[in-house]
């Protein structure tokens, strides 16, 4: 079992910057997967920016050299640096974590964090 408490989000305006931090409840070293997902009005829930098996990132063509994933195993933390926002980056963002069992997966979400981008 692992709990994800995201912190971070907030309101900020087009261009600005906001970084996301997500603590998991323990060592994230043996964690498959982890990384972010967003959520817009009226929008399915999309990737974000997630590492998988250890160090292999993956990003949203969207967020491409704007967005910055990062991860400190000695903090059980995992953050989204997030630049050159725009409206469209308005989103609860999710944290999320997969571990792999010996028989099946387990998915785990956080509450999620607001970001709203507004001028």
């Known amino acids: 079992q692992v709990q994800l408490v995201e912190s971070g989000g907030g309101l900020v305006q087009p261009g600005g910057s906001l970084r996301l931090s997500c603590e998991a409840s323990?060592?994230?070293?043996?964690?498959?997967?982890m990384g972010w997902y967003r959520q817009g009005p009226g929008k399915e829930r999309e990737l974000v920016a997630i590492?998988?098996?250890?160090?292999?990132?993956k990003y949203a063509d969207s967020v491409k050299g704007r967005f910055t994933i990062s991860k400190d195993n000695a903090k059980n933390t995992v953050y989204l640096q997030m630049n050159s926002l725009k409206p469209d980056d308005t989103a609860v963002y999710y944290c999320?974590?997969?571990?792999?069992?010996?028989?099946?997966?387990?998915?785990?979400w956080g509450q999620g964090t607001q970001v709203t981008v507004s001028s």
């Open positions: 999320y974590a997969r571990q792999v069992g010996a028989t099946r997966e387990y998915d785990y």
């Open positions: 590492f998988s098996s250890g160090s292999v990132i």
């Open positions: 323990r060592s994230i070293f043996s964690i498959n997967a």
